[in-house]
């Protein structure tokens, strides 16, 4: 199930979140500009914000990989689907290097995109720690607790 209960998504669905954004942003500026730019970054790094908050809980350390492979999937998308610029003889190795230089050149944008989805991560964890043991404490009450012999 992608969108998994009222609880939050799953890693997929959220996966799937920032990659329509992403996907999105790169559209609008490959049709715009020609190439990745502004709004490609503001679309991805809103998807990894958004899929960050609405995650379930158990499933934050894979949302924290989500942004490189995601990242990665667009600019390859992005470099197959353009032409290549070098003419007829440019070839694989052109489009290799236009997508390599699409990774390097936009890594920015993947590093806050990323940095955010960690940063959210690690505050959403701990509070769902912090109400789990909460929980645990109210289930059981110092009175109650059953102690071993010995």
Do not use: W
Not at 116 to 144: K, Q, S
Request: proline content about 5%; some cysteine; charged content about 15%.
């Amino acid at each position: 199930m992608v969108t998994g209960s009222r609880r939050g998504l799953t890693v997929l669905g959220a996966a799937l979140l920032v990659l329509l954004a992403g996907t999105a942003g790169a559209a609008i500026d490959v049709v715009l500009a020609g190439a990745l730019g502004v709004v490609f970054g503001v679309l991805f790094v809103a998807g990894c914000v958004l899929a960050a908050t609405r995650v379930h809980p158990d499933d934050l350390l894979g949302i924290v990989i989500t942004p490189p492979l995601v990242y990665a999937l667009i600019a390859i998308g992005i470099g197959f689907a353009q032409p290549t610029s070098g003419g007829a003889g440019g070839g694989m190795k052109s489009k290799v290097i236009s997508i390599g230089s699409d990774l390097i050149l936009r890594a920015p944008v993947l590093l806050i995109g990323f940095f955010a989805v960690v940063l959210i991560a690690a505050v959403r964890a701990r509070h769902a720690r912090v109400a789990r043991r909460d929980r645990e404490r109210a289930l059981n009450p110092p009175g109650n607790r059953h102690r071993p012999a010995g």
